[in-house]
């Protein structure tokens, strides 16, 4: 047992490897699954706790911060059961009000499912309510690891731009800059986040704006990631401190996730 997959959540655990991260694009590099995504949410959303705490004491204390972590681990899980599976944030803004009601009467019922599945508590807090708070994205935990998903999801994506995958430039599919799309969330961060206002006067790089860029010019200059390129600062801040807690906090593993390729372009 791990605080990762506490007992009888095995499955849970197995489920998720199978779910590759951003489906829709032919190859990704560096390609994650749900399983690795969660774990690298939880690890950047434990950079904003301290600031979370000092901020909005003595209602956010060690009970929250738990409680933060627990529900990063577990954000994405009903895509498990999901009729689509894991579908980007940014096609999920691209939906109509019908295809989106659609798709959270998909995620309520995939959560129903899930609880009626597995044990009642995920390390002392309702795995149900759990789900049910992350989908709601209506408390202070909950937006915080919106939040940390985002940073994740782009660090993600400049990944690969920085690898020279010209594939992450547009998404032809829908004609989806993913990066940039990502960098307007952050821009409108107090409209996305609005119970997170006040920790983004914090000088960090998760509350910092981000620098302006251009994709192509990125991918263009690109090239596959090496143990000694990871350690050079790019100058985009929240994808080099990114980097560097996914570094930190895992183990030989994850240094091997973001180095070692595993999809190649047949051009």
């Known amino acids: 047992m791990s605080y990762y997959c506490p007992r009888g959540f095995e499955a849970r655990v197995e489920q998720l490897r199978q779910v590759q991260r951003f489906s829709g694009f032919e190859v990704m590099y560096y390609r994650t699954t749900l399983e690795d995504h969660s774990l690298m949410v939880s690890w950047t959303v434990g950079e904003l706790l301290p600031y979370a705490e000092r901020t909005f004491a003595p209602n956010f204390g060690m009970r ?4 933060t972590i627990t529900q990063a681990l577990v954000h994405d899980d009903p895509e498990l059961r999901m009729k689509q599976g894991d579908v980007s944030a940014y096609l999920k803004s691209r939906m109509n009000d019908d295809e989106r009601a659609a798709l959270k009467a998909d995620e309520r019922l995939a959560i129903r499912e899930l609880a009626a599945e597995f044990p009642e508590r995920f390390h002392g807090f ?4 759990l789900l049910m708070a992350a989908s709601r994205k209506d408390t202070v ?3 915080l690891v919106s939040l940390a998903d985002k940073i994740t999801g782009f660090g993600e994506i400049f990944h690969e731009l920085y690898a020279g995958n010209e594939q992450f430039i547009v998404d032809k599919a829908t004609g989806n800059k993913p990066a940039e799309w990502y960098v307007q ?5 107090k409209a996305e986040w609005p119970l997170l206002k006040p920790l983004f006067g914090y000088d960090h790089p998760f509350l910092n704006l981000p620098k302006k860029f251009k994709s192509a010019e990125i991918v263009k200059n690109g090239s596959p990631h090496t143990v000694d390129s990871l350690k050079e600062a ?16 895992g183990e030989e593993k994850w240094l091997e996730l973001l180095v070692k390729q595993r999809e190649f372009s047949s051009s």
């Open 126 to 129: 309702s795995y149900k309510k």
């Open 64 to 67: 929250e911060r738990r409680e």
């Open 141 to 143: 935990v909950a937006q």
């Open 185 to 189: 969330k952050f821009l409108n961060r």
């Open 234 to 249: 790019t100058g985009h801040a929240i994808y080099d401190k990114w980097r560097e807690v996914i570094l930190e906090k």
